[in-house]
Structure formats: structure tokens, C-alpha cells
């Protein structure tokens, strides 16, 4: 049993940056796969990045450029780190670890263990 927490949402401007971390509570995320997902108020949940236990990252195209996911191994911990904020990222964001098949990388459904969430909000 893994249970993510995320932490690093907060308030910040347009251009602005936050960089969200997601440790665990319990279990390990070692050899697991990793993503970050948003929902937005009235919106159904999203993709945003994932990082495969291969190493591989993927990302939604709006935030291409601008986000990066990353892993400590040694403090068990992922990152979200967001750059260039703007009000179309203003969410709720999750952290989510799975045992993941490639095509399926992307679907909220295929990941098991999933965090609390923690709030970005962008002012412009």
C-alpha cells in the first residue's frame, strides 16, 4: 500500500512559479509509475506529467516547456516543478503511482494510489 501526499500549492501570480513535491506516507514509489493530474473547478480531472519507472517523462502539450517532473530517489519523493505560471493552471493538483502499462499512461484510471491534492491558484 503507497499513500501519496503532495504539498508545494499555493497562491501565485501570472509568470510566476511552485514547485509541488509528493513524498509518501506509507509503502515506496520504488518501481512505480508516477504522474501529476489537475482538476479545475466544473472540469473533470487531467493529465499533466508522468515519469515511467523507465525514466521516461511525458506531459500535456500546454504545459510542455514549462513543467518538469523529476524524481528523488533517495528521499522517495517526485516533483512538479511549474514555471510560467498562468490562470488556466489554477487547479487542484494531484499525485498518483501505479503500476502503469505504457498506452494507458496518461488515463487517471490506470494509477492506484493517489494523494490528497494540494491547491495552485494563479492571479493575474
Known amino acids: 500500500q503507497i499513500q501519496p501526499v503532495e504539498s508545494g500549492g499555493g497562491l501565485v501570480q501570472t509568470g510566476g512559479s511552485l514547485r509541488l513535491s509528493c513524498a509518501t506516507s506509507?509503502?515506496?514509489?520504488?518501481?512505480?509509475?508516477m504522474a501529476w493530474f489537475r482538476q479545475a473547478p466544473g472540469k473533470t480531472r487531467e493529465f499533466v506529467a508522468a515519469?515511467?519507472?523507465?525514466?521516461?517523462?511525458y506531459y500535456r502539450d500546454s504545459v510542455k516547456g514549462r513543467f518538469a517532473i523529476s524524481r528523488d530517489s533517495a528521499k522517495d519523493t517526485f516533483y512538479l516543478q511549474m514555471n510560467n505560471l498562468n490562470a488556466e493552471d489554477t487547479a487542484v493538483y494531484f499525485c498518483?503511482?501505479?503500476?502503469?502499462?505504457?498506452?494507458?499512461?496518461?488515463?487517471?484510471?490506470?494509477?492506484?494510489?493517489w494523494g490528497q491534492g494540494t491547491q495552485v491558484t494563479v492571479s493575474s
Open positions: 498518483a503511482a501505479g503500476t502503469v502499462i505504457l498506452s494507458q499512461t496518461r488515463a487517471d484510471s490506470a494509477y492506484a494510489y
Open positions: 506509507q509503502g515506496t514509489f520504488s518501481r512505480r509509475d
Open positions: 515519469r515511467r519507472r523507465d525514466g521516461h517523462t
